[in-house]
Each structure stands twice: as structure tokens, then as C-alpha cells.
């Protein structure tokens, strides 16, 4: 757990054997098991409290939703681009009067 072995903890036993006395140890034990109870519990409630606010949050932005707009949206703009490649280079009336002929590329 902490890296203490058998020894260690005895060691930790006999002096607080000798500081608390045999009659304290017991009560001292049972404080120590409860709090740790205590705190083993609360990060339990944290941890799920957590994962609440988590699974809300991924909820409410609906990922899927989102990621199949984008995927539309650069399927138009592949197929915008398809479009314009594909009919003449280029479809801006400006250029096209320069050129002498309209914005579909006729004369």
C-alpha cells in the first residue's frame, strides 16, 4: 500500500502500544477504521458526481449531431467545388466581362 512490509507495521504497532497504552489502542483503532471509512465514502460520492456532471455535459452538446453537420457541410463544398471545376474555370461575372463573354463562358 505505502510500501510498509510486516516489519514496519509492527514497529508502528509497538510504538504506538507504548505511547497510547493497551487500553487507548482499541478505541484509537476503531476512530482510525471509521474515518477512513468516512473519507473512502465521500470520494466515492465525489467520483459519482463527477461522472454526472460528465454524462450531462456530453448530452447536451450531442456529438453526433455535430459531427454530422460538419460532415454535410464539406460534402457541399466538395460538391460546390465539383461544380465549378466542372463547368467553366471560372464563373465570376467580373472576369468573365474581361473575357468577353458572360459568367456561363458564352460569348
Given at each position: 500500500?505505502?510500501?510498509?512490509g510486516?516489519?514496519?507495521?509492527i514497529?508502528i ?17 476503531k ?21 454526472t ?31 465549378k ?23
Open positions: 500500500m505505502f510500501g510498509l510486516l516489519p514496519e507495521l514497529v504497532f509497538v510504538i504506538a502500544l507504548v505511547v497510547f497504552g493497551p487500553k487507548k489502542l482499541p478505541e484509537l483503532g476512530a482510525l477504521g471509521k474515518g477512513l471509512a468516512e473519507f473512502k465514502r465521500a470520494t466515492e460520492e465525489v467520483k459519482e458526481t463527477i461522472e456532471e460528465v454524462r450531462a455535459a456530453e448530452g447536451a452538446i450531442d456529438v453526433k449531431k455535430l459531427k454530422e453537420d460538419i460532415e454535410g457541410k464539406e460534402a457541399a463544398l466538395k460538391a460546390a467545388e465539383t461544380a471545376t466542372a463547368g467553366s474555370e471560372n464563373t465570376d461575372p467580373q472576369v468573365a466581362k474581361e473575357k468577353g463573354t458572360d459568367a456561363y463562358g458564352k460569348s
